[in-house]
């Protein structure tokens, strides 16, 4: 069974911290993407990186910064916390290769709240 | 560029009856489409994607959408929902170039009441 993890379901976090999410898959899959779901404005492409160490800005790349050191994880890294990123961040991978074309596997999200 | 709308944010409805969830998008080139459904406090899991043939597309749990390219549309149905059917629903669009990525509408709550 396909698998994508995020490292906290509930995350507190102070104003100013440095906050790492976590995202592992077990699918070998080439793509992954950093999401953040807000009421009312669905999901938002942060960042995605299609090959181990690239990377590329999503919509709202803004106060963040991604990591990909090995193909089955992406980390998003909160330089410095701030109260407008208080959201559920989900993480998503997928296959380069067609045949399940563009379809994305969901882990079951980090709800952040920066105090 | 594209985007999808959503128009419904919330649509209740009783047990056992039709629904029927809809969504647009704009795009100038040929499109993937996708719906994909979220649970209370998990992550999306999809509910169906049109990649081409058919317009018709049958996806798990007795949904399916149309395609209608004319009317760039791709409305979600079921002729009877359950209670369990209650949930988050977010149409997708991806083009068929570049990196494969998603753009999402705002998302239709479903609220089935018995």
């Known amino acids: 069974d396909v698998k994508v993890t995020q490292s906290s379901r509930y995350l507190v976090k102070r104003t100013g911290e440095k906050v790492f999410l976590e995202c592992v898959q077990d699918?070998?899959?080439?793509?992954m993407f950093w999401y953040r779901q807000d009421p009312g404005l669905g999901l938002r492409l942060i960042y995605f990186s299609y090959d181990v160490k690239m990377k590329e800005k999503g919509d709202i790349p803004e106060g963040y910064s991604v990591s990909r050191e090995k193909k089955e994880r992406f980390s998003l890294i909160l330089e410095s916390a701030s109260t407008n990123q208080t959201s559920m961040y989900l993480c998503?991978?997928?296959?380069?290769?067609?045949?399940?074309?563009?379809?994305?596997?969901f882990g079951p999200g980090t709800r952040l709240t920066v105090l | 560029a594209q985007s999808v709308t959503q128009l419904d944010s919330q649509v209740p409805v009783f047990e056992e009856a039709p629904v029927e969830l809809r969504c647009n998008y704009s795009?100038?080139?040929?499109?993937?489409l996708f719906w994909y459904v979220q649970y209370p406090n998990q992550g999306l899991q999809l509910l169906l994607k049109y990649l081409s043939g058919s317009t018709l597309v049958k996806g798990i749990n007795g949904f399916e959408a149309e395609f209608n390219k004319s009317q760039t549309s791709f409305h979600l149905r079921k002729p009877s929902v359950h209670i369990s059917d209650t949930a988050e629903y977010f149409c997708?669009?991806?083009?068929?170039?570049?990196?494969?990525?998603?753009?999402f509408g705002t998302g239709t709550r479903l609220l089935v009441s018995p």
């Open positions: 699918m070998d899959h080439e793509n």
């Open positions: 997708a669009v991806s083009d068929n170039t570049g990196f494969q990525k998603l753009v």
């Open positions: 998503a991978s997928s296959p380069r290769a067609s045949g399940r074309a563009r379809e994305q596997f």
């Open positions: 795009s100038s080139v040929s499109v993937y």
